[in-house]
């Protein structure tokens, strides 16, 4: 199954093209499932209403669901609600009705990742493309399920539910309910749920798309948020720059503006020598409809499609990619006396980098983006003697400890 995460930066139509390239998937056969958290947009641009219930069908196996985040809000604090009674109980608290319930900042998020995970386990789809909010947006959320693992593991740590059997004589001496155990009870079910989605966030298959227009400064943005994306390891297959002019105009206004676009269509491909960069041609006008979307499919600029992902029918199937993590360990204990741990961040720059060790963990800094990891077990025994930034790798120097590290026999 594949996964397309549809992104870029804002105004460049990233609804439309997450449109064009399900529609393109759904032309060569496969079953497509679009995911979107907008209203309105979307019904424009697909002209049909979207349902939040259910996949409405907008063509031939192509279908597209709006995610109603403001009802699974309401729905999940209800029924944390009901589960968490005894305990609301015991402090007098009065619960919350469902008509006075409004959804809280970040709830969004949730119920995207939620119905992402939804649409893998259903095994009714070939792809799903999700309309995702803009790119730095889109990296915060992509790393909520990892984050919010990792806060509960260290406030509610798994090991300490071995006491959940002293709970209920806790309760009898006590006289009151415990509500520990409600706690752990939720935290499972969450470390279920957020396990799942990091499984298909980490899958070979999945993907993310960056769209942007060809503006003066689309290179510069496109590098900042390409190097957050690395950091979490997220995969870039293609970048998808937006409302090209037709080149060659005896018009002396669209000659400049497409002359000005082709410039930056060069630093595009200059700063992402390793993805495709397709172009996408501009309609004169914001497609509407299926018909509509099918004209960027067949544009010159386009040819076969490549802006919405579109392969000749009898291609031979892609070939899986690896299930690896990019952070790879080298051992040169041999040559330098050192571990290298390898962690690839194109487009990140020195000034913007922070690189800090606590206790078994490593905090990785890339402008406005964080990131915590788990050293391996090997790099635990060691000291972190340096690091330095080269063609898009940064090298972490680790020495191994003596007094920590096996001695060789």
């Given amino acids: 199954m594949r996964t397309l995460l549809v992104t870029g930066t804002g105004g460049a139509g990233r609804?439309?093209?997450?449109?064009?390239?399900?529609?393109?998937?759904?032309?060569?056969?496969?079953?497509?499932?679009?995911?979107?958290?907008?209203?309105?947009?979307?019904?424009?641009?697909?002209?049909?209403?979207?349902?939040?219930?259910?996949?409405t069908e907008i063509a031939p196996r192509l279908h597209a669901r709006r995610i109603d985040s403001a009802d699974r809000f309401r729905q999940e604090f209800l029924a944390f609600q009901e589960r968490a009674g005894a305990a609301l109980d015991m402090f007098g608290a009065?619960?919350?009705?469902?008509?006075?319930?409004?959804?809280?900042?970040?709830?969004?998020?949730?119920?995207?990742?939620?119905?992402?995970?939804a649409a893998h386990a259903s095994g009714d789809w070939d792809t799903v493309v999700v309309d995702m909010p803009p790119a730095a947006e889109t990296i915060r959320q992509l790393a909520l399920p990892a984050q919010v693992r990792?806060?509960?593991r260290r406030l509610l740590p798994p090991e300490r539910q071995a006491a959940r059997a002293l709970r209920p004589v806790l309760a009898q001496l006590a006289g009151v309910p415990m509500p520990a155990q409600k706690l752990y009870e939720a935290a499972e079910r969450w470390e279920h749920e957020l396990a799942a989605v990091q499984r298909v966030i980490d899958a070979p298959g999945t993907a993310v798309r960056l769209v942007t227009e060809a503006g003066p400064v689309a290179a510069a943005n496109l590098r900042t948020l390409r190097a957050g994306l690395a950091l979490y390891g997220r995969r870039v297959d293609a970048v998808?720059?937006?409302?090209?002019l037709p080149t060659g105009s005896a018009d002396p206004f669209l000659a400049a503006l497409s002359g000005s676009q082709q410039t930056a269509l060069?630093?595009?491909?200059?700063?992402?020598?390793?993805?495709?960069?397709?172009?996408?041609?501009?309609?004169?006008?914001?497609?509407?409809?299926?018909?509509?979307?099918?004209?960027?499919?067949?544009?010159?600029?386009?040819?076969?499609?490549p802006a919405a992902d579109a392969a000749p029918a009898d291609a031979a199937p892609r070939p899986p990619l690896p299930?690896?993590?990019?952070?790879?360990?080298?051992?040169?204990?041999?040559?330098?006396g050192v571990l290298l741990w390898r962690v690839p961040l194109p487009g990140a720059d020195r000034e913007g980098l922070g690189l800090v060790r606590r206790g078994d963990e490593i905090?990785?800094?890339?402008?406005?983006?964080?990131?915590?990891?788990?050293?391996?077990?090997?790099?635990?025994?060691?000291?972190?003697?340096?690091a330095g930034l080269r063609d898009g790798v940064l090298d972490i120097r680790f020495t191994p400890d003596p007094g920590l590290w096996p001695k060789d026999h």
Wanted: net charge negative.
């Fill in 323 to 336: 299930d690896t993590d990019p952070w790879t360990v080298e051992d040169r204990r041999a040559t330098d």
């Fill in 150 to 152: 990792r806060y509960l």
């Fill in 94 to 117: 009065a619960p919350l009705d469902e008509d006075e319930l409004t959804e809280l900042p970040g709830s969004e998020a949730f119920a995207l990742l939620h119905a992402l995970r």
């Fill in 15 to 55: 609804t439309t093209l997450a449109a064009a390239t399900g529609l393109a998937d759904a032309r060569r056969g496969a079953r497509v499932l679009l995911l979107t958290t907008e209203s309105g947009a979307p019904e424009t641009v697909l002209g049909t209403p979207l349902g939040a219930a259910a996949p």
């Fill in 240 to 244: 998808l720059v937006n409302r090209l």
């Fill in 363 to 386: 905090v990785v800094t890339v402008g406005r983006f964080r990131r915590i990891r788990t050293l391996p077990s090997a790099l635990r025994r060691c000291t972190v003697s340096g």
């Fill in 266 to 305: 060069k630093a595009l491909r200059d700063e992402f020598p390793e993805v495709p960069v397709h172009e996408v041609p501009h309609l004169g006008r914001d497609p509407r409809g299926v018909d509509e979307l099918d004209a960027l499919l067949d544009g010159p600029a386009v040819g076969a499609a």
